[in-house]
């Protein structure tokens, strides 16, 4: 009888105790998802220009130049891509961009031969975080370009099936898929090969080679004739 008794008041504790630890776990968990997602990568740090009106002397006087005045030699050429260029391009736009809801401000990329990342501060109904996408662009065998994004996190927070899903979502209902411009959008959230054209003003070129070094990328472009 005793023993019966001892059991019935250990279930009743235990009874007890469960919504106790069911809310501690919960509590935990909810911990470390705020601290994943408030994680802020040491990389991100974006360029403030002393005129964010003034479009980039990176690409007016440095980028572009060196795209235009080989493209019209009408042979294969080398162009370097530097990564604090890129940035003080990206600093120089309109941040920040706005849809359904979400703000995203100024990104920030980083190369290495490891891999590239792309970094941006997002915003949603007050919550604050980075947005990284992790790739590491390289051409295929018969020369198509491949982004190949490896994953996507919220702060440290790994989210990319989910992201991947939303970025074809969107890209689905606002770019137009026969379109052979916009349809390449499809193939960057999607990891599919495209055509690495590049066009300036009214001359285009084909990236041949890429090597993606500290701080850089190489290229070789061959002029495409129309």
């Known amino acids: 009888m005793e023993n019966q008794k001892e059991l019935q008041t250990g279930q009743k504790r235990r009874r007890r105790l469960w919504p106790a630890v069911t809310a501690g776990f919960s509590l935990l968990l909810a911990a470390i998802l705020i601290i994943l997602v408030a994680y802020n990568p040491k990389n991100y740090t974006p360029i403030a220009p002393e005129d964010p009106r003034e479009v980039s002397p990176y690409l007016t006087h ?7 005045n080989h ?3 009408d042979r294969p050429f080398e162009l370097i891509v530097d990564q604090e260029g890129i940035n003080d391009i990206f600093s120089r736009c309109p941040w920040p961009l706005a849809f ?3 703000s995203i401000y100024q990104p920030v990329v980083t190369f290495s031969p490891e891999q590239s990342v792309l970094m941006a501060q997002i915003d949603f109904k007050g919550l604050s975080t ?3 996408i992790v790739g590491k662009p390289a051409l295929d065998e018969g020369g198509m370009m491949n982004l190949n994004i490896q994953s996507v996190y919220l702060g440290a927070l790994p989210i990319t099936p989910l992201a991947r899903h939303l970025a074809r979502k969107y890209v689905s209902e606002n770019f137009d898929l026969n379109d052979p411009v916009e349809s390449v959008n ?11 054209i590049v066009s300036i003003s009214d001359h285009t070129a084909r990236i041949t080679e890429l090597v993606i070094e500290p701080a850089q990328a190489r290229l070789m472009l061959e002029p495409v004739k129309k």
């Open 62 to 68: 440095k980028l572009g130049p060196d795209f235009y």
């Open 71 to 73: 493209v019209q030699l």
């Open 100 to 102: 359904e809801g979400i």
């Open 186 to 196: 499809l193939a960057f959230v999607t990891n599919q090969p495209f055509d690495p």
């Open 130 to 132: 980075i947005l990284s």
